[in-house]
Nanobody, 116 residues
Framework: QVQLVESGGGLVQPGGSLRLSCAAS????????MGWYRQPPGKQREWVAV???????AYADSVKGRFTISRDNAKNTMYLQMNSLKPEDTAVYYC??????????WGQGTQVTVSS
């Protein structure tokens, strides 16, 4: 059974930084493109960033230049380094395959709150 477990969220002031982690099990992690997604309060889930199996990355315009996605295939783990955080980055952050694979459940996510 595939499991995706996000961690590293928290409360941070505007301009601060956080590093999220996504631990994957039950899939051949190294062969999958993986992505970060987020769901702001009262809004639909949206795509944030993707990293291919070969390490190629892409970002939503709203986070480009501030967020960095990376992966460690030896640890079956993906990361999202978030710098210069803004209140509009407040959301529950999720990881999944990219694009999301039907049949793999979404994890619980990790809450990121940017507020002074």
């Amino acid at each position: 059974q595939v499991q995706l477990v996000e961690s590293g969220g928290g409360l941070v002031q505007p301009g601060g930084s956080l590093r999220l982690s996504c631990a994957a099990s039950g899939i051949i992690f190294s062969r999958n493109a993986m992505g970060w997604y987020r769901q702001p309060p009262g809004k639909q889930r949206e795509w944030v960033a993707v990293i291919s199996s070969g390490g190629t990355t892409a970002y939503a315009d709203s986070v480009k230049g501030r967020f960095t996605i990376s992966r460690d295939n030896a640890k079956n783990t993906m990361y999202l380094q978030m710098n210069s955080l803004k209140p509009e980055d407040t959301a529950v952050y999720y990881c999944h395959t990219s694009p999301p694979t039907s049949g793999i459940s979404w994890g619980q996510g990790t809450q990121v709150t940017v507020s002074s």
